[in-house]
């Protein structure tokens, strides 16, 4: 569903290969990314979700090239490292502005606003600024946006880093039951373990580095 075919990527014509020849199928189900700070993990997030465009080769997805704007609006949910919440809006009004953006219909939009609020525990935070709430209680909004839409790829990078074991097994359960219940594609970075049980797939970033990148990490 979600390709790479031989992958290249580097920040600047003077600097190293992130990516280096990378070539993998996503297919349905859960794909952790593991791997050292700095190794490529959310290079490669942003290549699937088509905000990098690789330097040579092509990410796929569904048969069609990233990056490609009517699958980032309406089949892509994306939850970066920084949250990046509308500040001055309440979490509501995020959520709706992420399903009205996607071209989700009304009548749809608040149904899901409050399914997944409610299923990720936020049932008495609509009202709320993002500012007025904790670190994990932000983490599982921006979850819920990405949600919003009930994209087919689902690109998580860290979403639970720093997070106690309650706000982790909600993320845990929320992310399961959506994945399985329509044969979605979820990719996700982390160096988190408590996520492994629902993984379908491992993938250890480190062995696709260059050689020379091997030694930089050990350094
Ligand atoms: N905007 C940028 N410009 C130049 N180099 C960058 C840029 N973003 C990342 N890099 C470099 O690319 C490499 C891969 O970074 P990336 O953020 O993908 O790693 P990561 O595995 O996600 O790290 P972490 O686990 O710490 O988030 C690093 O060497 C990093 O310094």
């Known amino acids: 569903m979600l390709s790479c075919k031989g992958v290249f990527y580097r920040y600047g014509a003077k600097l190293d290969w992130v990516l280096d ?4 199928a996503f297919g349905p ?3 952790l990314i593991k791997g050292y700070s ?13 905000y990098l465009t690789p330097t040579k ?8 090239r990233c990056p490609n704007r009517k699958f980032q609006r309406e089949a892509l949910g994306f939850v970066f490292q920084q949250l990046n919440l509308l500040p001055l809006a309440t979490v509501e009004r995020n959520l709706q502005l992420a ?15 409050d399914r997944y609020m409610e299923e990720l525990g936020l049932e008495g935070f609509m009202k709320r600024l993002p500012g007025s709430m904790s670190g994990g209680q932000q983490q599982r909004a921006t979850i819920a946006r990405a949600l919003i839409k009930e994209p087919e790829v689902l690109l998580l990078d860290e979403p639970t880093s720093g997070l106690d074991d309650l ?12 994945i399985r219940e329509g044969e979605r594609v979820a990719v996700i970075c982390t160096h ?3 996520l492994d049980k629902i993984a379908d797939e491992i ?5 696709f580095l260059p050689v020379e990148r091997h030694l930089e990490a050990l350094v």
């Not at 190794?39 to 290549?47: A, E, F, P, Q, Y």
């Open 192 to 194: 988190d373990q408590r």
């Open 203 to 207: 993938l250890d970033f480190n062995k």
């Open 57 to 64: 080769g092509m990410v796929e997805v569904s048969g069609y």
């Open 21 to 24: 020849d990378f070539s993998h």
């Open 38 to 50: 700095g190794c490529g993990k959310s290079t490669l997030l942003r290549l699937l979700g088509g």
């Open 99 to 113: 399903g009205a953006l996607a071209g989700i219909s009304k009548h749809k939009r608040l149904e899901n606003v």
């Open 167 to 178: 706000n982790t097994e909600v993320i845990i359960k929320v992310l399961e039951r959506f």
């Open 29 to 31: 189900g859960v794909h």
